[in-house]
């Protein structure tokens, strides 16, 4: 799409970064709507919205520049409730010493349908034109609303399918639906709130920058062709989702065989941030694809334990009866750092014209993720 409308680099960052007008405004909305209502409504109503702003998308790009801002708007309001939902779900449908794989297996499937894009979209638009990957991938979100009305329910109790000993199992002798009424003054006053507000701040500034600009890394800066682009881009993700699947099991582990959950979110955060914040600083010397791709894998693969294992899961044991409208706070803040980090890389390299000194300063935004966390969560 680029190289044929002709955008610059501060353009393709604007029309990238517009996405997170919509995303932040659904977002507080979004998951206490959840906590009121179920997260079944809201969650198969997200999609369905989405999956038609994805639809009209080329539709109104070739309209005009304005229409697809507008396009990419509505698709983050209806996407913004993704997120909390999402974690409402875990944190009702799963007990502690399980979660750390819950959220690890949940997440799979983003980066399942990451990956699949990634292989599928270079050929989709090298045989059938770039609009095409939007048809397909809005119809395929279209089916899921279908199954998901026949398979989904918002709590354990109300799922026709269940058993007394699943139920006792999955609810482990705690309330089993959440709250309706958030006490936020209680919630501003914690620690574990502002960790998790900062910490995912950080991690939201650089996880959503590498999501849409590592593809464009590869292709402008290190010149890989459009048909290998995939292996370049793909490998990655496919190191994110074995790593975080990993840090689930051993975070889980760590939890049955004694360790405080607090001990091991902080180990999630530590190894989340830090290696990521240190591989960062070496792409100040990549001068090929393949030492490109092999930084990626540890800096993108690690840099999802921060979250998953790390202020995810402390989130959704500190504050369990807010954690949609907690998930919502930290998620409107993360696209905020989002549309930021689209904005700061499309300026950075028109500017500098310099990779490495973007990645640099990735990482130093990593570093002080991990510091606020460690210092507010203390304790294991």
Not at 160 to 187: F, H, N, Y
Request: overall charge neutral; proline content about 3%.
């Amino acid at each position: 799409m680029q190289e044929q409308f002709g955008w610059s680099a501060s353009s393709s960052g604007l029309i990238l970064g517009s996405f997170y007008y919509g995303y932040t405004l659904t977002q507080i909305p979004g998951g206490r709507a959840a906590e009121v209502y179920g997260c079944k409504r809201v969650l198969i109503a997200a999609v369905l919205l989405w999956s038609l702003a994805t639809v009209i998308t080329p539709l109104l790009a070739t309209y005009s520049f304005n229409a697809l801002i507008g396009a990419r708007i509505l698709l983050g309001l209806a996407e913004g409730a993704h997120f909390p939902v999402m974690t409402l779900f875990l944190s009702l449908w799963f007990p502690t010493s399980e979660r750390g794989r819950a959220i690890t297996f949940s997440f799979l499937g983003i980066e399942a349908g990451t990956i699949f894009a990634l292989v599928a979209a270079p050929w989709i638009t090298q045989v059938y034109g770039w609009a095409t990957n939007f048809y397909v991938f809005g119809s395929l979100g279209l089916v899921w609303c279908a199954f998901a009305e026949v398979n989904l329910s918002s709590h354990p109790q109300t799922h026709p399918g269940i058993t007394d000993e699943e139920l006792m199992l999955i609810t482990d002798g705690r309330e089993s639906k959440q709250r309706t009424q958030a006490d936020w003054g209680k919630l501003i006053r914690s620690r574990s709130l502002w960790a998790v507000l900062s910490a995912h701040s950080c991690f939201a500034f650089v996880a959503h920058w590498l999501a849409l600009w590592v593809p464009s890394y590869f292709r402008r800066h290190l010149n890989v062709g459009l048909s290998a682009l995939p292996f370049y881009t793909v490998l990655p993700q496919i190191c994110n989702a074995l790593i975080s699947l990993l840090g689930g099991y051993l975070s889980d582990l760590g939890v049955q065989k004694g360790y405080s959950t607090v001990s091991m979110q902080r180990c999630g955060c530590i190894v989340g941030f830090c290696v990521p914040a240190v591989l960062m600083q070496f792409f100040w010397f990549v001068t090929s694809p393949m030492a490109g791709a092999v930084l990626m894998c540890g800096a993108f693969g690690c840099l999802g334990l921060a979250a998953k294992c790390g202020h995810f899961l402390h989130m959704m044991e500190s504050m369990p009866n807010h954690v949609a409208s907690v998930m919502g706070v930290a998620n409107t803040l993360g696209s905020v750092m989002g549309f930021a980090s689209n904005l700061f890389a499309g300026w950075y390299l028109d500017t500098y014209d310099s990779w490495g000194g973007l990645f640099s300063i990735m990482g130093v935004f990593l570093f002080f993720g991990m510091i606020s966390f460690l210092s507010l969560v203390r304790g294991g």
